[in-house]
């Protein structure tokens, strides 16, 4: 029962990427967590779909698919151009770094706001809430998606704002890497949604 | 020799314990009875596997509890400050070994005998819904809850469901004795539950799907029908009566109240036709 | 080894403490004050959990009679009559506020954040901000709740379980039932956010030599809690989501029969979603006080617990297959055969892990010296009242005689052993066995004697008197029990039930007293260490500093070090604490001297630069 010193030597014990790691096992179980609720809304999805009779219902207006395919692609650049923007960060190229989130934001904007013109353009053509469930998973699934790219566009504002001040580069890319985490799960789970919701 | 009059020993200590404990064994049903608290009545055919398996587990579990807190007993008044403790970590291999294997038996033997025995009963009687609808003389009869109150319909002499001269009653159904009895339930509102507690069972009356639930009545009398899922202020108010009566007297009974709903049909009352084809997907 | 800890010392930095009174007692960052917030918030909910309970007591024992003084206040509209309106709404209330308002915020919250960093030696919460953060959020559900209760059509009323179609605006209309939905979605992200809190710091911060396997069990049973609600209250969240938007905008998740119209959607899908919440959700109201049950009887009997990796595997066995098991309470719904025999097959598995949590707490203490203390007191009853109530959930499990048993009193009466008793009793354990280290003083041991024999009687009396009626027959949920012909005899069980029920809710008045009196008290000299106990934050002085340890322990053995005849001779007590060695009693490692091992960190100076600010 003597004393037992942990094995790795006090050169790995870098503060700063202590506390990377530290938020990155907070990021993960927020976002394990985040998929369970995702992940009982695929549930009821999946429960409601098999219990329909039929899937749509018929008398519905025909799902798009060009326009929910563009935002999907610029959901997807979005997403690259986050990926640049971490690598120039990494070298140390800050505006490059700043304009690259920028596109980002932009992109993430940008699909915000087509998928509301095609919720418009689907309301009007007679897909709304009395439609039983079929009208009201689209929208909600749909919407609540909308509101998780709101939640990461803020995310991404603060990153923009918050790396470039960090006050070592571990924490820069820590702050840039764990914002980047966010974003990509969001775009993960509306490539989901997507197949849900449009194509299938 | 040592080894053998130990093994001697264990032997006989088990077979004095099994033999002890088989004397409060079937025990459980009879202080339930004594002290008045005793389950309802059951008037049913098959109600007594359920009765028995209740029992019977309810008795190992009053054993298990028993030795339970007579170890504590022990624990509590011979091994306190004035006993030395014993440094023992219990993860021996031994030790680890008695520990699973205990838990192993009891598994075996408590919950062994629920899983087979409920295994049998479900296929044989409680969720054999097949056999029961083919039966020629099953009575077949849709249910209907709504706040809070229960319909029944019986099909009538046209054999077909949601029909003219269906009999239709309101918190009323009566059955003839020794034969199987169907339902097939729904609600139109929220979800209630069929509950026939001389039966041994219930089940849920969702909106949006049929349900089933049968049973053989062995003795003529009235019983309760209860609702046993929470549904609104007057829940506690939904209270139907079954009837069993000998076939005679069902015969006559549901000629008279088809007869009687077949004066009151109203063709343009939507909702009093709450009816459906016999529902034959389960 | 000493500059190992030196580098320790610095990833966790001593802060300045707070100065002004906001920071001390209302915006605190510091988990030792954030665990006394959800104590006290619990309590105060506890107290209005347990006055519902005794309203729905009276109606059950006195029928459609006034209440005497309490009615006047609460049913004033009705004379001081309980109504059945009033009544679904007792019950679903005390449901749910005793679940999330009053056992999660003094179990998990309070306890959680009190122990887990001082018992892995830390000197707080990996997010302290987070951890802030989340005892506002519970305080905000908690405001939502009592507006509930103010609003046009009262407050929730459809059981705690919210099934729709009752639970959709149809069923329970108005905003008292949207408000409490809203509520629990609130508390639920507080629950979140305290569970990624918990696990993040128990990964990550447990001092040197705090391995995996001399975590003691109190804080395994907060990391398996903690696990299970970051995984599963997001499930709740979203059929309740999906709830709210049916009452609020018209979707039709749930909807269906006469209501539903053009197309419908299943209410059934409520209960699935509720119930992979529902069965984890009983056992994260269970694990810490497993935990607590685990320490407590190697702690009070002076002996190591009995085979410690067996409970830790025992805890996360039952964790794991915790989601697995929900269907057993929805036998009576229709699910497909198949389904339901494999979860009744799952629900008996699920018992032999408990069991064997349980063949060792009795092997601890047997061969043991216990010391009957108040903490051990209560573990005992704790373990006691679980054992009973634990074992009834056999015949629940199985599906036939489930055919009888559901919406019985016998469900009532096995949750409320298992679930409300059990806690109970452990909760008020871990409160007593605590209290020294929170506010410098132990409780009075007679009134703590007093409290425990009225509670333990109390609840037994209650929860069996219970079982008997469900046995018989009694549904559950009834304003009236005694309608039927098969409960017209009932009344007389029914009232000597409500006078067990009176009899502990009088008991509490012994705790009420002594906790007070305790807190508010001049003179709080207490040993730091009054139990003799070596787990870590029993080594931090009384009153604990904000940063709970000046210099990181390295931890050297497993918490139950009791009886072991080496350290009896070289330290000439009966216990090791978990900072100790054998070889010298220092009761805390020597402070940082640089010189020493070289050897062992050469990077140690760049390190040390690179810290900075």
Redesign the interface.
Known sequence: MTASAPKRSVIQLHPGREEHTTNSVGMILALVSFTMMFGGLFYSYGLLRIRAVSWPPPGLPEMPLVLPSVITLMLAGSAIALELARKRLQRGEIEAFQRLTMTSIVLGVLFIALQASVWVDLWNAGLNLSAGPYGSMFYFLTAFHALHVVAGLGILGWMYVASPRATSPVLRNSRAQLSACFWHFVGAVWLIIFFLAYVF | MDLLKRLQQCWTRLGVALFLLCIPLEGFAEVAKGSGFDMPRDVSLDGHRITWLINITMSFLVILFVIMVIWMAVAVFKHDESHPAEYDHGDAGKQVVFALSLSAVIFLIVDGNLYVNAMIDLDEVFWNFEDVDNNPETVKIEVNAHQWAWDARYAGPDGEWNTQDDAVTLNDIHVPVDKPVLIQLTSSDVIHAFNLPNMRIKADAIPGTVGQIWFQAVETGEFDIACAEHCGAFHYKMKGKLTVLSQEAYDAWLGEVSHQSALAYNPDDADAHWGWPWSKEK | ?S??SD??Q??QPIHHPPTTFFNKYIWSIDHKVIAKQFLWGGLIFLLLGGLQAIFIRWQWAYPGQPVPVLGQIFFSDSGGVI???H??SLFTSHGLIMIFWAITPMMIGAFGNLTIPLMIGARDM??PL?NALSFWTWFTSGLMVLASFMVPYGTA???WTT????AGN??TPGWGQSLFVLAIFTTGSAT?MG???Y??TV???RA??MTWDRLPLTVWGQFLTAILN??????L???G??LL?DRW?????YV??????????????FQ??FW?FGHPEVYILILPVWGFVGDFVSFF??????????SVCAMALVSIMSAVVYGHHMY???IA?LL??SF??LT??I??PA??L???W???????????TVPMTFA?GT??IF??GG??G??L?????D?????TMFVVGHFHLTMASAAFLGTFGAIYFWFPKMFGTLMNDRLARLHFWFSFIGLNGVFIGQM??G???Q?R?????F????TE?MLG?NQITTYFAFFLAFGQIFFAINWFWSIFKKDKSCDPNPWQVGTLEWSVPNPMPVYNFKVIP?V??GP????????IEKLGK?W?GQWE???SSVSEPAPAEDTADEA?????A??AA??G?
């Open positions: 080894m500059t190992n580098a320790y610095n990833l109504t059945p309106g009544y679904t990996a997010f987070l009323a459809a059981g099934y729709p179609p009752l149809a069923g979140i569970g990624v809190n696990v993040t990964i990550r911060l040197p030599g970051v995984l599963f209250v997001p499930v969240a979203a059929g989501i999906l938007l905008f018209g979707t039709s998740f269906a029969g006469a209501l539903a119209g053009e197309g419908a959607g299943d209410p059934i899908l699935h979603l992979i009997s002076r002996k190591p617990a009995y085979w410690y990796k067996g009576a719904t229709g055969p339901g025999k009744m097959m008996l598995i018992s032999v069991e064997l349980f063949l060792n009795l092997h601890t203490m047997y061969h043991g010296s216990m010391r009957k005992l373990i006691f054992g009973s074992l009834t056999l015949p499990a199985t599906i036939t005689t055919l009888y048993l559901h919406a008997i009626s046995y018989a027959g549904p949920r009834l304003y009236d029990p309608q039927y012909a098969f005899h069980i390295t050297t053995c139950h070090e009791y009886a072991n005849p080496e350290c009966d090791q060695t054998l070889d062992t960190d050469p990077g140690a760049e390190d690179e810290t600010k």
